[in-house]
């Protein structure tokens, strides 16, 4: 039987409160707010509730509540306050305080029954709850030490270093050939298909973290075979045509064997998500051998990459609610951005044609 604490400095409500619960609990009470906490020093841990009254000698309910408050226990024990008192005044103070419910003079009781009963199991199921998060959240926090210190023993490894060196390699290789294309798109044409790239390297954490989830022990070979993205470029272009433009001309060179195309243009992400992204095997020359090695090479529109950045830093880590909102609400930005982006195109069209 859990252990409740009656707190009044009336005889008959203790004695009245104790028999409408004592059949369900182990009740013990308290003539004032000073008897009160010397027993909650005792046993809070094994406390499941506390009815309170207000009005007390020598040390009242709302103190009570306050040292309850400042040594952390109303945290685990939920204080239900027993008093002739129903001004909304008093109630919103205590409510403020942490005061889980009220139980108003004359008891009835079925109401105090039903009202202990549930704020009780209320509380432990929050308590439960917190407790789980809590475990999950240590454990999280277990499992990224460990991914961090086997990322550091990996960096520090000469063949992982080596790998970076030809994934470095590759962007150098993907870059340079970029940059030919649009010099050669500019003389053709007199514009530039791209307004910038961008590129990077997945860092040792986020490498062992990727495997991890797949299943694969982390060794060079599988870093090679299991993780297509460690070397990316974006690739940011000024209309959706020059994409497509750019993207054939890229794929088209003899030496560039295409891997896999996810076209999130034509077919965007349910959350309006969209970019055109390569999986691309390209050479490198290295002082006694050429080697294929993988990139991930993503195109997007200026709008699209403006939209993808903020919707990275609104989401990014963050406990989110309504999420289904959110989406709706994301999508319809992306939407407007796809048009934009047509409706720009067009422009530029009608631009070239009368200028020929």
């Not at 270093?161 to 007199?190: C, D, G, P, Q």
């Not at 070979?221 to 054939?248: H, K, M, T, W």
């Not at 490198?284 to 990275?312: C, G």
Request: hydrophobic share 40%; proline share 3%; net charge neutral.
């Amino acid at each position: 039987m859990q252990k409740i604490l009656v707190v009044d400095d009336a005889e008959v409500n203790r004695e009245l409160l104790k028999s409408i619960l004592e059949n369900e609990y182990i009740v013990e009470t308290a003539v004032n707010g000073k008897q009160a906490l010397q027993k909650l020093q005792d046993y809070h841990s094994d406390t499941a509730a506390v009815l309170l009254d207000l009005q007390m000698p020598i040390i009242d309910g709302f103190t009570v509540i306050a040292e309850m408050k400042r040594k952390g226990w109303i945290e685990r024990v939920p204080v239900l306050i027993i008093s002739g008192e129903t001004g909304p005044e008093i109630e919103s103070q205590c409510f403020e305080l942490g005061v889980s419910d009220f139980i108003h003079k004359p008891f009835d009781a079925s109401i105090v029954r039903n009202r202990v009963k549930s704020t009780i199991e209320h509380f432990s199921r929050r308590n439960r709850l917190e407790q789980k998060v809590e475990e999950q959240a240590e454990a999280l926090k277990k499992q990224s030490h460990i991914i961090q210190m086997q990322a550091e023993r990996l960096s520090d490894a000469r063949p992982f270093n080596k790998l970076m060196m030809e994934y470095r390699s590759v962007i150098m290789e993907v870059e340079t050939r970029l940059k030919v294309l649009n010099a050669v798109f500019s003389e053709e044409y007199k514009r530039n298909p791209f307004e910038a790239i961008k590129s990077r390297l997945k860092t040792p954490e986020s490498i062992y973290s990727k495997l991890e989830r797949k299943g694969y022990p982390v060794t060079i070979e599988n870093i090679r075979e299991q993780v297509a993205d460690v070397a990316g470029l974006r690739v940011i272009c000024s209309f959706p045509d020059d994409i497509y433009r750019l993207a054939e001309l890229l794929i088209r060179q003899d030496d560039i064997i295409l891997l896999k195309e996810k076209d999130y243009i034509k077919t965007p992400k349910t959350n309006g998500y969209r970019s055109l992204h390569l999986i691309l095997k390209v050479p490198i020359f290295l002082p006694n051998i050429k080697k294929y090695m993988r990139v991930e090479v993503q195109f997007r529109t200026i709008a699209m990459d403006f939209w993808a950045s903020l919707e990275h830093k609104l989401k990014y880590k963050k406990d989110i609610h309504d999420t289904g909102e959110i989406e709706q609400r994301l999508k319809a930005c992306a939407d407007s951005i796809e048009a934009l982006d047509y409706q720009m195109q067009e422009i530029r069209d009608k631009i070239d044609s009368s200028g020929r």
